[in-house]
Nanobody, 118 residues
Framework: QGQLVESGGGLVQAGGSLRLSCAASGSIFSINTMGWYRQAPGKQRDLVAS???????NYADSVKGGFTISRDKAKNTVYLQMDSLRPEDTAVYYCNARWGVIPYKFSWGQGTQVTVSS
């Protein structure tokens, strides 16, 4: 299968911003939906935001107004602009893609750490 490669994580102070990127490569094709999930220590992996091939977006209530997901279909890349970061946003962020033809395939990135200090 193809790969999803994330970048852009790091350490930032509360109130700061980070931009995550996720590029699909290899055998991944006909990407339908791309999204970002996050997992904090001891917690389950939850959806942060997603975007369809038509540009429809969906956000977790906790990030609405602060995070923006976007997508470059030509580059098979999805971005997550995170503004006004809070310590509770600290987690490993994972990229996800639903792709191919029915039955769709699902791929995950390796994860990138985001740490927000207070």
């Amino acid at each position: 299968q193809g790969q999803l490669v994330e970048s852009g994580g790091g350490l930032v102070q509360a109130g700061g911003s980070l931009r995550l990127s996720c590029a699909a490569s290899g055998s991944i094709f006909s990407i339908n939906t791309m999204g970002w999930y996050r997992q904090a220590p001891g917690k389950q992996r939850d959806l942060v935001a997603s975007i369809t091939s038509g540009g429809n977006t969906n956000y977790a209530d906790s990030v609405k107004g602060g995070f923006t997901i976007s997508r470059d279909k030509a580059k098979n890349t999805v971005y997550l602009q995170m503004d006004s970061l809070r310590p509770e946003d600290t987690a490993v962020y994972y990229c996800n893609a639903r792709w191919g033809v029915i039955p769709y395939k699902f791929s995950w990135g390796q994860g990138t750490q985001v740490t927000v200090s207070s």
